[in-house]
């Protein structure tokens, strides 16, 4: 499921995804495989979800899925 985050979409992405869209590029390409550890460091380096609150596995995999 992390490997269908970069997806063709019709509009342009908002600054938000952009910089979630980098981080999740960054730590997938530095070998960070699961949603756990994905999460964890998502949240070490301020990377919050839409609430400003903290990613966990299960709110970062409804996110991913709701992508167009």
Do not use: H
Request: with cysteine.
């Amino acid at each position: 499921m992390i490997e269908k985050v970069l997806r063709v979409r019709s509009s342009a992405p908002s600054e938000f995804e952009e910089k979630l869209g980098a981080a999740l590029e960054k730590e997938l390409s530095e070998g960070v495989a699961d949603l756990d550890a994905l999460c964890e460091r998502l949240n070490s380096i301020g990377i919050l979800n839409m609430e400003n609150q903290p990613w966990t596995p299960m709110s970062l995999a409804q996110y991913l899925k709701q992508l167009p």
